[in-house]
C-alpha cells in the first residue's frame, strides 16, 4: 500500500526546504504539484527526476482519482504546492481527507508556512491566534465572516491576492475599525520581502498609495475585551451563582470597587 507525503517547499528562497524534504523527493515514484512547471525549477535545482502529476483547484477530482489509483498500486506519491504546506488553503485538503478515507497512510513533512513565518514576525500576540485563509469572495458571505470575526479576541490570519488586498482592508477597517493594529507581510523569503506594521488605516493608506504586487499575508490583532460597566459585572456574577465574596475578588481584578460590587449586589440579588 502506498503512502501520500505532504511535502511543504520554500516560500521563495530555495535554501528553506529540509533534508528530510529533499530525501523524500528523491525516494517517492511520483510528485503530485500544484504547478508541474514551477516545482520542476525547484527539481532541476537539487538535481531530482521524478515523474510529475498535475494537481490543482481545477483538476482536483480526476487527478485525486488518479492519485488514489496510484497510491492502490503501492506507489509513494509526494504532494507539493508552488509554495509552503500543501493542503493549508488549497485542494490538498481533499486528497487527504479521500485517502485517510480510503485507508492508505498520510505523512505530513514539517517545513515552510507563510502564516508561521508573518505571525512570528508580525510583533502581536503569539500566543493564541486563528488562521482564516481566503476571505470568502461572494460580498454576503464575507460580510457574514468579518462580522463573526469582529468580536474575535485572538490574533487573526488571513492570505489574500495582490488585486484583492485593497478591499480587504476596506472591509477590515468598516468592521474592526480603522485602528486596530496589523500587519502585512509580503513576499515572504523573496528579494523584496516587506512588512508593513500599523493601524488598518495606515496600511490601507500605504497601500493606496503603492500598487500591491506580490502574495500577502494579512496578521490582524484579536479585539479588545469588552468593557463592562459594575452592575453589568455584578448581574453576570449573580446569574453565574457566585457569592458576594467571590464577586468581590473577581471585580478588585478587573478594577471595579468593593464598596459598590457589595451594594450593588445586594440591591440585585
Do not use: W
Request: hydrophobic share 40%; glycine share 8%.
Amino acid at each position: 500500500m502506498g503512502t501520500l507525503y505532504l511535502v511543504p517547499t520554500p516560500l521563495g528562497n530555495l535554501k528553506d526546504i529540509t533534508l528530510r524534504a529533499l530525501d523524500t523527493l528523491k525516494e517517492v515514484d511520483i510528485i503530485a504539484a500544484e504547478d508541474t512547471r514551477h516545482t520542476l525549477k525547484l527539481l532541476n535545482h537539487y538535481e531530482i527526476k521524478k515523474p510529475l502529476l498535475s494537481y490543482h483547484e481545477h483538476n482536483r477530482r480526476e487527478a485525486g482519482k488518479k492519485i488514489l489509483e496510484l497510491l492502490a498500486q503501492g506507489k509513494h506519491v509526494a504532494l507539493v504546492t508552488d509554495a509552503g504546506t500543501p493542503g493549508i488553503s488549497d485542494p490538498g485538503e481533499d486528497i487527504v481527507r479521500e485517502a485517510l478515507k480510503e485507508g492508505y497512510k498520510v505523512e505530513a513533512l514539517p517545513g515552510a508556512s507563510a502564516l508561521i513565518v508573518a505571525l512570528a514576525a508580525s510583533g502581536l500576540t503569539t500566543s493564541r491566534f486563528c488562521f482564516e485563509g481566503f476571505l470568502p469572495r461572494k460580498a454576503g458571505e464575507r460580510e457574514k465572516v468579518l462580522r463573526e470575526l469582529s468580536r474575535e479576541r485572538r490574533t487573526m490570519i488571513f492570505y489574500e491576492a495582490p488585486h484583492r488586498l485593497l478591499k480587504t482592508l476596506e472591509d477590515l477597517a468598516k468592521h474592526f475599525g480603522e485602528k486596530r493594529q496589523m500587519v502585512v507581510a509580503r513576499e515572504l523569503t523573496k528579494i523584496h520581502e516587506e512588512y508593513i506594521r500599523g493601524s488598518i488605516a495606515e496600511v490601507l493608506s500605504h497601500f493606496k498609495e503603492k500598487e500591491p504586487k506580490g502574495e500577502f499575508v494579512l496578521v490582524v490583532e484579536g479585539a479588545p475585551p469588552e468593557e463592562k460597566n459594575v452592575e453589568e459585572f455584578v448581574r453576570e456574577c449573580i446569574e453565574r451563582g457566585l457569592s458576594q465574596k467571590e464577586a468581590v475578588l473577581l471585580g478588585r481584578e478587573l478594577g471595579f470597587k468593593k464598596k459598590e460590587i457589595y451594594k450593588l449586589y445586594l440591591q440585585l440579588k
